[in-house]
């Protein structure tokens, strides 16, 4: 029964390994540096009360998100510069400067760039940001980007959003005219080629899917390959791969057991009916080895 016990301890160690792998990103990792914990009876860290200012942080950020990722690099590839005038230009942001100050670490810690304090959650940051650092806001001008956000199209990159609710023409003929005045405001035709063509592209990657009909999607030109994204998927695949080999030869290695196996667990009737299914026992190995 020997060799029994240590099959099984081996295939235990490599369920074990597996369970390992899928919850290892998910661990917290802790630096030498203090992390303020916001879990119990509210902020520790400060006791004023935040500045409140009207305009969304979240849908800011999802904002600028969709700006970076599906407008950026093709304005990047014309050397094309947006004027101060139009709302999509980095300065009409009110939140553009503390989210250039956030430093990520981890999944759990979150560090300001500012006073190089350091939080558990990004939402601490930001009560952080609205207590401590709100003369850092550019309040000036009204300006929000979150007022963006219907012809940006935040909700289709929402990951709160479970379902899509239903369309309302309304709601997407006043969504349509403000993407085509960003257009019209953002790339002028008049300004020559570059311009015309970003006024094309902008039109078709945002303008056009503002409809009920269903037929046209947003971002239809596609957008940049995020590297965190790219990296994570690579480990994943890698981690799986590596691991569905080690399961196999383990299946192997209880395979190859069986006969010394079956000399110790069954009696010699059992064993013998075994014997004159051979063909049976050789598909069955078969098919773990291929």
């Known amino acids: 029964m020997e060799k029994v016990t240590t099959i099984l301890s ?6 074990l390994c597996f369970e390992e792998t899928v919850h290892v990103s998910s661990s917290p990792l802790f630096h030498g540096n203090q992390v303020y914990d916001e879990s119990s009876g509210g902020r520790n860290f400060e006791q004023e009360h935040p500045h409140e200012v009207h305009c969304s942080r979240e849908r800011s950020r999802i904002a600028w998100k969709v700006i970076e990722e599906y407008l950026t690099p093709f304005v990047k590839q014309e050397n094309y510069q947006l004027s101060k005038k139009c709302k999509l230009h980095p300065e009409n942001d009110i939140f553009r400067d503390q989210e250039k100050h956030k430093i990520y670490i981890d ?18 940051l930001d009560q952080h940001f609205d207590s401590r650092h709100y003369d850092l806001l550019n309040v000036t001008g009204g300006k929000c980007l979150a007022d963006l956000c219907g012809a940006l199209h935040c909700d289709a ?12 023409p309304a709601a997407a003929a006043k969504n349509r005219h403000l993407c085509e005045s960003l257009a019209d405001g953002c790339f002028p035709i008049s300004e020559g080629p570059s311009a015309s063509r970003l006024h094309e592209l902008f039109l078709h990657q945002f303008c056009n899917a503002h409809t009920c009909s269903g037929k046209q999607k947003p971002f239809s030109r596609g957008g940049k390959v995020r590297p ?42 059992i064993q013998k009916a075994l014997r004159k299914n051979a063909l049976l026992k050789h598909y069955f190995s078969a098919w773990f080895l291929g």
């Open 10 to 15: 081996i295939f235990v160690i490599l369920i």
């Open 107 to 124: 999944r759990h810690e979150w560090r300001c760039g500012y006073c190089k304090k350091s939080f558990r959650e990004e939402n601490f």
């Open 157 to 168: 990159v929402m990951t709160s959003k479970s379902s899509r609710s239903k369309c309302n």
């Open 228 to 269: 965190d994204y790219l990296i994570r998927a690579i480990y994943y695949q890698s981690a799986f791969l590596l691991n569905l080999l080690l399961l196999k030869v383990a299946v192997i290695a209880i395979i190859l057991g069986i006969d010394d196996l079956l000399w110790e667990v069954l009696g010699h009737d």
